[in-house]
């Protein structure tokens, strides 16, 4: 199946949301190809008449937050064409959508629609279960000030997407790759000699970027303050613990007059991020945004055959 490449209306609409509508294409290239396989639609092509066209709606199913509407409008447009197809968007990327909320209304080949309807509803499902996620990890340190943000923990691939995701859901994204910020972990102090060592050598190679040092004790914390870093993740501290590191934080820039951040990460629940975000932390991050969100339930109906 030969596919189409997006109009300059919707490229446009994707580089606003600061996504970059190449990677979007070779995400669905990649996905249509996939479930293709050299071949064809079989069952489509069996059943509907090349010619017929019809009218269908994405509708969600179940309470939530959405993401990756104008990725599916991509779907639609790269499988059925632009100039023979038509996409009326009824909801926008980052709305609080309820079970039978109608998203958006196609009119398309009966045909082609149907090959574009799992890999467009695939990508908007995972998406929109990022964003209620994330929506609902905000939504529970509200008022607190805390940050919630993302990981590298992504699906190979997806990355820009999933972050994108944390976007629409109110988060906020950590580093992109792994070179636009250093984030010097455990094992990179182990390596180093140490977290002194470990940051000197960061700084000595990436004298502009933001270093980020994880410690797991308050004494690693307060070395990696005298070090000179820019964010501190505090892993796996309980609340107590994170209230003294806080503190900490606080001393040191009545000190020195520098503001560190402090990050909290690992054994972090729903049910306990609030007591986390109160301790005085700026960001909270949660891997499981991207790793482990389970999908927002969103279906295609047929509204009439044209």
Request: charged letters at 25%.
């Amino acid at each position: 199946m030969e596919l189409h490449s997006l109009s300059a209306e919707l490229r446009s609409r994707l580089r606003t949301q600061g996504l970059d509508s190449d990677y979007v294409e070779r995400v669905i290239r990649d996905t249509i190809s996939e479930d293709l396989d050299g071949g064809v639609d079989v069952t489509s092509v069996a059943t509907v008449p090349v010619e017929q066209r019809s009218v269908v709606t994405f509708g969600s199913r179940a309470t939530g937050c959405l993401a990756g509407l104008d990725v599916a409008a991509a779907v639609v447009e790269m499988v059925c064409g632009v100039s023979a197809s038509s996409f009326e968007r009824l909801k926008t990327d980052g709305d609080r959508v309820v079970k039978g909320d109608v998203l958006a209304r196609v009119e398309a080949p009966t045909q082609y629609m149907l090959t574009a309807e799992r890999t467009a509803l695939n990508l908007m499902c995972h998406l929109s279960g990022i964003a209620t996620a994330t929506s609902q990890w905000v939504d529970a340190v509200a008022g607190t000030g805390a940050i919630i943000r993302d990981t590298r923990k992504t699906t190979p691939g997806l990355r820009i997407l999933e972050k994108y995701a944390v976007r629409c859901g109110g988060g906020q994204n950590h580093r992109m790759s792994l070179s636009d910020a250093a984030l010097v972990k455990d094992n990179h102090i182990a390596a180093a000699g140490g977290v002194e060592q470990a940051f000197s050598k960061v700084r000595e190679l990436a004298s502009s970027l933001p270093i980020e040092i994880e410690v797991d004790t308050l004494d690693q914390l307060r070395v990696a303050l005298d070090a000179g870093a820019d964010v501190v993740l505090l892993d796996n501290m309980p609340p107590s613990v994170m209230r003294e590191a806080v503190a900490i934080g606080a001393e040191h820039k009545r000190s020195t007059g520098r503001d560190v951040l402090l990050e909290a990460s690992g054994g972090l629940t729903l049910s306990n991020a609030r007591d986390v975000a109160e301790t005085g932390v700026h960001f909270i991050s949660v891997g499981g945004l991207t790793h482990s969100s389970p999908i927002l339930d969103i279906g295609l109906d047929f509204e009439t055959i044209v």
